[in-house]
């Protein structure tokens, strides 16, 4: 196996394993919700958000799961939500 092999790994679930990582562990703040995007029933399914940590205002974006879907009131522009975010990189985050 040669070095470029070792880089070249599969990769498993990444998004998975990282949106359930912060939903464990990660801390809480608070943010509100900028835009969405609906389907063509009207659902919401795509979030854009943004949160502050320590003077520094992130934005990010999120596909919401079959359970926030069902809760798509929750999730109108203007709506505050509770983030979850590491702290050690406060730009990697999920709305839960």
């Not at 919700?33 to 063509?40: M, N």
């Not at 079959?66 to 999730?75: I, L, P, T, V």
């Given at each position: 196996m040669g070095i470029r092999d070792f880089f070249k790994r599969s990769k498993t679930d990444d998004e998975g394993e990282r949106r359930q990582a912060l939903l464990r562990a990660g801390r809480i703040t608070e943010g509100s919700?900028?835009?969405?995007?609906?389907?063509?029933a009207g659902a919401i399914t795509h979030v854009f958000y943004n949160y502050e940590i320590n003077g520094v205002e992130y934005e990010s974006s999120q596909l919401l799961d079959?359970?926030?879907?069902?809760?798509?009131?929750?999730?109108f522009?203007?709506?505050r939500v509770t983030v979850r975010f590491n702290p050690r990189q406060p730009g990697n985050s999920v709305v839960v």
């Open positions: 919700i900028f835009d969405v995007i609906t389907d063509e079959a359970g926030q879907q069902q809760r798509s009131g929750d999730y522009p203007g709506a």
